[in-house]
Structures are given as structure tokens and as C-alpha cells.
């Protein structure tokens, strides 16, 4: 199966539409748990330093160790739902493991992409591209920073353009979903979230991997 912009939303849509009360479960719960942490955040920097906007070493770690869970988790779960849509659960939102190669693949890839960027604009976002399925990676093979940034930019060589296109109308269309009340992104993460999975799986290779979740004959057209 060729990777194109439209199949990978095609797939998004449709596999949605198969559970969206799970999809819309989930992503709210992704959601609570990023206000939690930004709460807790602030109120552990109001009480050691006094002010909300002064961050302090506890209230940056406290901040990077549950934020790295709960992307872990949203990835873990998506990646799933587009794997096995009929299995996957809530629970697989609970994906702690691994912790300290997703920190040091997210740590890595910031860099790059941050050095990218004070350079000039282009470079960054060359790198972001080419480094963009690296935490994706980590948690599909466990592999270690160096290892999935390197697969990734395997898995991305000749496709820069297609992920560009992809990436700049998932940003679109979870920019409808903030306008539409913000309720929208119930809708639109899930959705974009489960087409950047299928890029994914198409580049990498391992679309028909699991078997248990093949998609219908018209999106493989």
C-alpha cells in the first residue's frame, strides 16, 4: 500500500467512526491529565519560589516525568487502536515503559530540532521531519534514542514533502477543532492522531503487520 495525504485521513476518519466514544474517552482523559499535571506544576512552583510564571527544578521535573507518561500513553494507545481497533482499551493508555529511552529520544530530538531552527528556519524543519516517528518508534520497537531516530529517518527518506503536506493539515485540522468550541478536538486529535499513525505504518512497512485490524478493501484502493 503507497503512502498519500488522503489515505492516511481516509483511515483516521473511518477507523474514528468505528468506536468514537472510545476515541472521545480517551482523548479527554489524555486531556484531564495534561491540566492535572499543569496544576500540580504551578502549585508546586507557587509554593517553592513563590510566583506562578518562576519555574523551579522540582516543578520542571515533576512537569517532564508526567507529561513524558501521558505522551507515552496517547501513543501507545493510538498506535494500538490503529493495530487492533477490536482489542484495545482504555487501559493501554497505561504505557510506562520505556520510560528513559522515550525521555532521551524526546530530549535528542528537541535538540535537533532546536539547533535546527537557531541556524535557520529550513534546517529545523528538515530535521523535525526526518526525526518526526522517533518517540513513535520507541514505543512500537523499544528502541533505544540513537536507534529510533535513526529508523526514522529511514523510515521517512523521500516521503519529506507527503509528511510536510500530512503534518501541516493535521495542524489544520485540529485548529478547526479548537474553533469549534474546542469540543471539536474530541474529534480531531483522535482522527489526526490515528492518520499519523497509518503514515506510519505505510513508510515503515508494518501496515499489515497485525492482521486482527485490517481495514476494508476501499481504503487500501
Do not use: C
Request: proline share 4%; charged share 15%.
Amino acid at each position: 500500500m503507497g503512502f498519500s495525504i488522503k489515505s492516511a485521513l481516509r483511515f483516521g476518519w473511518e477507523t474514528f467512526k468505528k468506536r468514537p466514544w472510545l476515541f472521545v474517552g480517551a482523548t479527554a482523559i489524555l486531556a484531564a491529565a495534561s491540566i492535572g499535571i499543569e496544576a500540580l506544576t504551578n502549585a508546586i512552583d507557587v509554593t517553592l519560589s513563590g510566583e506562578e510564571d518562576q519555574p523551579t527544578i522540582l516543578g520542571i521535573v515533576v512537569n517532564l516525568a508526567f507529561g513524558t507518561l501521558v505522551g507515552m500513553g496517547g501513543t501507545a494507545f493510538y498506535l494500538a487502536a490503529h493495530d487492533s481497533l477490536d482489542k484495545v482499551e482504555l487501559s493501554s493508555l497505561w504505557h510506562p515503559s520505556p520510560f528513559w529511552k522515550y525521555v532521551g529520544a524526546s530530549l535528542l530530538l528537541s535538540l535537533a530540532v532546536g539547533a535546527g531552527l537557531v541556524l535557520l528556519i529550513v534546517p529545523g524543519i528538515i530535521l523535525a521531519l526526518m526525526f518526526m516517528f522517533s518517540n513513535l518508534i520507541v514505543i512500537d520497537r523499544e528502541l533505544g534514542p540513537i536507534e529510533a531516530m535513526t529508523e526514522s529517518n529511514r523510515v521517512t527518506r523521500g516521503h519529506k514533502w507527503s509528511l510536510l503536506g500530512l503534518v501541516l493539515i493535521l495542524f489544520l485540522i485540529n485548529l478547526v477543532g479548537i474553533l469549534a468550541f474546542v469540543v471539536g478536538l474530541l474529534v480531531s486529535i483522535p482522527v489526526t492522531a490515528l492518520a499519523f499513525m497509518h503514515a506510519y505504518r505505510v513508510l515503515s512497512g508494518t501496515t499489515d503487520a497485525p492482521p486482527s485490524h485490517a481495514m476494508d478493501a476501499k481504503l487500501a484502493a
